[in-house]
């Protein structure tokens, strides 16, 4: 069974820091991972799929990368604004194509 | 419309009640799913829906849960009998295939559920 975890559970930062927020999966038999922004009470906004050929994804400030063999992917935000403050989740998806998720990552990007 | 869209958006019911929560996929879409949010918690899958093939309902919680897609498109997820640890948000989510194929998954708002 896949399980996704989530380093760190939360994080406070000065604006203009760069971050990476951190995902780990037991079974490096996916297809894809995505990463999704959710802002309080709202739903989840994708916001990067990588492909289990591809090692990263660029979009803007953020770049997503993917280590199958270890089990990894991060998240890199560049020059954090407060308007990144939100729970970023990262979803594994494998055989059964059901994403499976982590608890996320709660940021707050404070000016 | 152009996203995923459920209904209600919050629902408060008393313990012991049914209650019906309705997701209408972006049109075209064979995957739909249907996940739980607990406060504090992780998304926790409930059932997954591809094209005319049977449900994967291996996250269903207990036999008072239950789901259809009605003609590959509108979803609607049952709760008989309600009780108060199914308070949480209900979340849909759809993709033009399956989530494995590569394709994004799209959610939507969600369905807070408060069992009283």
């Known amino acids: 069974k896949q399980e996704v975890t989530q380093i760190p559970a939360a994080l406070s930062v000065p604006e203009g820091e760069n971050l990476v927020l951190n995902c780990s999966f037991t079974?490096?038999?996916?297809?894809?991972l995505q990463w999704f922004r959710q802002d309080p009470g709202k739903g989840l906004t994708s916001l990067l799929l990588?492909?289990?050929?591809?090692r990263e994804q660029t979009s803007g400030r953020l770049n997503a990368s993917l280590d199958k063999s270890s089990g990894r992917s991060t998240l890199y935000i560049a020059a954090s604004q407060p308007g990144d403050s939100a729970t970023y989740l990262c979803a594994a998806s494998g055989g059964s194509y059901i994403p499976t998720f982590g608890r996320g990552t709660s940021l707050i990007v404070h000016p | 419309g152009a996203g995923v869209s459920q209904s209600p958006s919050n629902k408060v019911t008393e313990k012991g009640k049914d209650v019906e929560l309705r997701c209408d996929p972006i049109?075209?879409?064979?995957?739909l799913y249907w996940y739980r949010q607990s406060l504090g918690q992780g998304l926790e899958f409930l059932i997954y829906f591809q094209g005319n093939s049977a449900p994967d309902k291996s996250g269903l919680p207990s036999d008072r849960f239950s789901a259809e897609r009605t003609g590959g498109s509108v979803s609607t997820l049952t709760i008989q009998r309600t009780q108060q640890e199914d308070s949480a948000v209900y979340l849909c989510?759809?993709?033009?295939?399956?989530?494995?194929?590569?394709?994004?998954?799209?959610f939507g708002e969600g369905s807070w559920l408060t069992v009283v």
């Open positions: 990588i492909q289990s050929s591809q």
């Open positions: 049109s075209g879409h064979t995957a």
């Open positions: 079974d490096s038999a996916i297809y894809n």
């Open positions: 989510a759809s993709s033009p295939a399956g989530g494995g194929s590569g394709n994004t998954i799209y």
